[in-house]
């Protein structure tokens, strides 16, 4: 079974460009996440999705950040303008499940904003 | 508090048990997880354990679970090289959310 996949795996931008992020679960996954992991912390959730709504965005930054589930399968995430401290690696994630079970991660994208 | 919390640092002779501690904060998390991250890569999925356990085995891990206390820890035996690496535990809280820990890195020396 293929794993959750990401691209671009690494990107460089400069403070107030743009940059946009894709995810692709597991098939057959409900939900999908996007985490943001700065250097030395945790995971921090930005939004769940569920099929294609929003289950939870309340720790997303929606002056700049969005995201897009259409047709509950591939998302993307994007930020706009950059800022120096959204330098992280953004992981996405997804389970099989709604409610409760394991999230399965994705390799990442690890963006520097300069 | 409102963080999950780990220690940062763990370091274990190659052959010896490592035990990595970590403290949640919600009592009705239903799920507590360990996740592995080696350098450059995503998490991956460890082991979990039901709220309604205090010990779940697989393999050379262990986790054991003190629900009044809050606290779960992962017990790898016979500790290998190839076991360096962040270890993260996890809470889920609503709607299935995760509340991670800062990680605590396992060096594992020869």
């Known amino acids: 079974e293929a794993g959750v996949a990401q691209s671009p795996r690494y990107k460089i931008i400069e403070k107030r460009q743009s940059v946009a992020f894709w995810c692709n679960p597991i098939s057959g996954h409900a939900t999908l996440y996007w985490y943001q992991q700065i250097l030395g912390q945790g995971p921090k959730l930005l939004i769940q999705?569920?099929?294609?709504?929003?289950?939870?965005d309340s720790q997303l930054p929606k002056d700049r950040f969005s995201a897009e589930r259409l047709k509950g399968v591939d998302s993307t995430l994007k930020i706009q303008p950059a800022k120096l401290e959204d330098s992280a690696v953004y992981l996405c994630?997804?389970?099989?499940?709604?409610?409760?079970?394991?999230?399965?991660f994705g390799p990442g994208t690890r963006l520097t904003v300069l | 508090g409102e963080d999950v919390e780990q220690s940062l640092f763990l370091s274990v002779r190659e052959g010896d048990s490592s035990v990595i501690n970590c403290t949640y904060t919600?009592?009705?998390?239903?799920?507590l997880y360990w996740y592995k991250q080696e350098p450059g890569a995503g998490l991956q999925l460890l082991t979990y354990i039901f709220s309604n356990m205090d010990m779940k085995q697989d393999q050379r891990l262990t986790v054991l679970l003190n629900k009044k206390d809050k606290h779960l820890s992962l017990r790898i035996a016979d500790t290998q090289t190839g076991d360096s690496a962040i270890y993260f535990c996890a809470e889920s809280i609503r709607n299935n959310d995760m509340r991670f820990g800062a990680g605590t890195r396992l060096t594992v020396k020869p």
């Open positions: 999705f569920q099929n294609n709504g929003v289950v939870d």
């Open positions: 919600d009592s009705s998390s239903t799920y």
């Open positions: 994630a997804s389970s099989p499940g709604t409610s409760g079970g394991a999230q399965y």
